[in-house]
């Protein structure tokens, strides 16, 4: 794009500068011309975000804080993944969800690496959740709606054009680790006090397996793949929206309900509520203009899914150990309570 770092650069100090900036700020906001910025907030997980300030030489429609989310950690580096990416260029201004509007979206032809420039909605008034804080089911009711947008919008063949870009997901995770490292991962404590038959890597993997072979069965749908609280936020009126689109993908429906649900909410709340959530989002479904499968194949296909998410949270390393434990935990003790290994035959 320029020669100060290309589209998607590595080096964070390029990405605040002004001589970067200007020329992609144009492509949306001819008018801006960024003289300074100065960071607010910098998070790092294995992608770094780094909330900033922008100062113009003149007044613009351009936004006055921005967020950039890319892998400017050294350590990181080759960790990166496009389907973020891609989910902001191709995807999210065709759906009908709350999602932080995106400046820029691209991914490095050479390195690979793909970096995001936001709207800082931190500064426009949004609250960031916490996986560490409660969340109650009346809360699940928004998110569900969310997710029951997303489903319904590319339900079957609805906007086919972005199958390409996001596709099914279940084999190509299940490859991440070997067996005998992931028994390792299941057994340092992170599922909690789960049967030890529940905790059984093989069984975990083929029912990763088994899930990917059912997809021809169901309607797929663009999925979101990692809704827990922390990729969650809220407008000022309590609004619900959607953050942190790496594992996107094509899948069912169920991948999504049943991950959310188990991780937002306490076990207890969960056991209380989950029918009747359940039943809320097939209800939305509804309203969006698609037949929702009949409530007791829901049942089954929720319950079914549940691993999907024991799965992802077993492979985790790089994320602080306490939400590595509450939310491997929480899905690993829905997977126990519902015989989710038993109903898949593995």
Known sequence: MNDTGGVAPYDEDVVLSPQWLTPVLAQR???AVPVRTEVTERLRTVATKVRFRVEYREPTTAPPALCAKGYFDPATRGRTTRAEADFYLFAAGQLPIRTPPCVHAAVDPDSGHALVLMHDLVAAGARFLDPLLGYSAEQATGTLDQLAALHAATWEDSKADLQQHFPARLAGLSRVLPAETLQQLLDDGRTGDIPEPVRRADRLLAAMAAMDARRAEHPSCLVHGDLHTGNIYELADGSPGLIDWQVVQRG???????????????PDDLAATERDLLDHYLDRLAAHGVTPPDRERAWWLYRAYLP?????????????????????????????RHGSLDLLGV
Do not use: K
């Open 252 to 266: 069912i429906w169920a991948l999504d309900v049943g991950y959310h649900l188990a991780t937002v909410l306490d």
């Open 308 to 336: 999907y998410g024991m799965y992802l949270w077993g492979i985790t390393r790089a994320v602080a150990r306490p939400i590595v434990e509450r939310l491997t935990g929480r899905l690993s003790a829905a997977v126990a």
């Open 29 to 31: 906001f001819p008018d």
